[in-house]
Each structure stands twice: as C-alpha cells, then as structure tokens.
C-alpha cells in the first residue's frame, strides 16, 4: 500500500495493474483541520491540502452537503460481465454493533438497491454491484487500437506499454462528473433508455436485477469515470453521521480500518483498494 494525499485534484493518484489502468482522488472535507493533520503530513513527506473544490461545485450543483468523495476515472484491461464486477467493504474480524445498527441498515439499503450486507458474521461485508452501487457513473468510449501502440522508425508496431491505457483525468480543478450511461444501455432497453441514461436513481435500479446486469460486458476501449459521495461518512473524524444521530467508527469497528475495493465477484482479482485509517503521528513513518 502506497499513502494517498487527499484532495489531490491535480495529482491524481495513478493506478496501472494487470487489470486496472486509470486515476483516483479521494476527497475528505475538515482533513486539514484535524488536530495533527499538519504534522502527519510532513512527516510523511506529503502536501498539507485544504478541502477540494470539488464539494463546493458539487454543492452548486444540487448534490447536498458532501463529507467525502471517491472519483475514479479508468478502463479495465479485460472483458468482464456486469455481475462479477462488484463494490465491497470487507471487515476482517466481527464488529461491536451499536445500538440503533437496524436503522442505519435500513438506511444503507434504501440509497443501494443492490447492497448486500452482513455485519454480525464473523467477517462483516457490505457488497454491491458496481453499477448499482456508485452516485454517478460517465460511460465515454476510448478505443484501445487509438492508443495502445507506437511505431518504431522502420514502421514496425512497438511493445505495448501500460501507461498507454490510462485515460485522461478530467477534474484537475475539482470537477464533478454528470450521470450518462447511454453507452452502455442496451437496445433491448430502448423504452427505459431516456430515464436510465441520465438518472443515476434509475441506473441504480436498472443494475441492482441481476437479469441487467448479467448482460453488460466491462469492455477495454470503454472508460468509466466512477463517483462515490456522500454527506455521512465523515472520514476526517472517522464516524458516521445519520439522521439523529452520529457513531464512533472507531469504537465499534474494533480499530479495524474502512477498505474499499473493487473487485471480481469470486474475490480473486482486486482492480484497486483505499483503505482509510487512523495512524498515530509517529507511527506514519512506517506504514
């Protein structure tokens, strides 16, 4: 695991595996006025940030007052079906449950029509498809024959390199993405087309029925640009604010750190993971 410096819009943090090729920025709002921010970063060679102008454009835009926000721009390297791509949050121990837990399930569920959740077994999990689970998806095509070769002098095709398959990051300034899947809406869907392709509620719904989304094909000359926010997750305090409420994630998750991953749905291929955790200033040094 490499550190990530939040609210980085114009150094996006570059991700290029066997499987994965593109850019992530994770948005935290408050970080830099969390006591010890400043020191930890220096510490850790890293630049002291404020909050990205994301959450002020995003807020203009009519997406709430936003805590945190996760922007994935990038293509995957091989065909996958829309069913083995997911989005998961794994625990590796069981966690203290707090009181009021059915209520905030209640709540998860009715934003992700497509999570399934389990937090009293031994490895706790929330799961969802991608496409269903994700506040905004952008579809663009970028065809890999356009950009995945060079030639040499004599006109003889070069070896493939993998930074030719990262797509261009598109929010250097904080820029948020706008909801269009019409890519990837099939035919057979044309009645459903107009509202499925711009309405991220109804794009969630469409994929969370197993029947869509068996049918969708995760292609290389397609690019998805991913956005996750929320005014909830409140990653700078490490808690949860609900309705009436506010829990201490680091109470009940026994000192466990949040992950997100995207992944294959047998959980053999990690496209990429951000794990969020609390480190004590003199502990950063060796992480």
């Known amino acids: 695991l490499r550190p990530l410096t939040v609210n980085d819009d114009a150094n996006p943090f570059l991700i290029d595996s066997d499987e994965f090729a593109g850019h992530l920025v994770f948005r935290i709002k408050g970080q830099d006025q969390i006591q010890g921010y400043e020191e930890g970063q220096r510490q850790d060679g890293l630049k002291i940030m404020p909050d990205s102008k994301w959450f002020e454009k995003a807020a203009a835009a009519g997406r709430g007052d936003s805590l945190m926000s996760m922007q994935v721009v990038g293509r995957f390297k091989r065909e996958w079906t829309g069913d083995q791509v997911e989005f998961a949050c794994v625990f590796d121990e069981s966690l ?167 992944r294959t749905q047998d959980g053999l291929v990690t496209f990429f993971s951000v794990r969020i955790e609390l480190v004590p200033v003199e502990d950063l040094a060796q992480v």
């Not at 969802?128 to 995945?148: E, F, G, K």
């Not at 820029?175 to 019409?182: A, L």
């Open 96 to 262: 203290k449950l707090p009181p009021l837990t059915s209520i905030a399930v209640k709540f998860f569920k009715a934003i992700d029509p497509g999570l399934q959740l389990d937090l009293q077994c031994a490895k706790p999990y929330f799961i969802s498809p991608l496409l269903a689970s994700m506040n905004t998806i952008n579809v663009s095509s970028d065809p890999v024959s356009s950009n995945n070769t060079t030639l040499s002098a004599s006109g003889v095709v070069a070896e493939e390199t993998k930074g030719q398959l990262v797509p261009t990051w598109p929010s250097y300034q904080g820029e948020h993405i706008f909801e269009d899947v019409t890519l990837i809406v099939l035919e057979e869907d044309e009645k459903k087309k107009s509202k499925i392709t711009t309405n991220s509620g109804a794009r969630r719904g469409h994929f969370a029925k197993a029947k869509n989304l068996s049918k969708h094909l995760y292609v290389k000359d397609h690019v998805y640009s991913l956005e996750m926010h929320n005014g909830f997750m409140d990653c700078s305090r490490f808690s949860i604010k609900l309705p009436g409420f506010s829990l201490d994630l680091y109470k009940y998750l026994n000192e466990q750190p949040i992950t997100y991953t995207i």
